[in-house]
Nanobody, 116 residues
Framework: VQLQACGGGLVQAGESLRLSCAASGIVFSFNNMGWYRQAPGKQRELVATITGGVSTNYADPVKGRSTISRDNAKNTVYLQMNSLKPEDTAVYYC???????????WGQGTLVTVSS
């Protein structure tokens, strides 16, 4: 199983980024997908999740500024982040969780740095 996240980088406050996570080795449509982040010195926290039926959930800090989506044909989940803030600086991780077994997998993370 591999979850390959990409799209991070250094941006200025107010700019946008689109993260992508390509999954292999899982039946993508049977997995709820999510993005989590971990800032330096802090615990990993939820950013957003999306079910196979494309129901979404967002953490309050990103609600209204971020959109999670998935393309089951491409086995890929996306996170569009707009109006980025310095407090969005973190390593962003992709997560897959099987809807029945609840087994989950993590990607390697992609660093997002937002300068003020």
């Amino acid at each position: 199983v591999q979850l390959q996240a990409c799209g991070g980088g250094l941006v200025q406050a107010g700019e946008s980024l689109r993260l992508s996570c390509a999954a292999s080795g899982i039946v993508f449509s049977f997995n709820n997908m999510g993005w989590y982040r971990q800032a330096p010195g802090k615990q990993r926290e939820l950013v957003a999740t999306i079910t196979g039926g494309v129901s979404t959930n967002y953490a309050d800090p990103v609600k209204g500024r971020s959109t999670i989506s998935r393309d089951n044909a491409k086995n890929t989940v996306y996170l569009q982040m707009n109006s980025l803030k310095p407090e969005d600086t973190a390593v962003y991780y992709c997560n897959a969780r099987h809807v029945i077994t609840r087994r989950e997998y993590w990607g390697q993370g992609t660093l997002v740095t937002v300068s003020s």
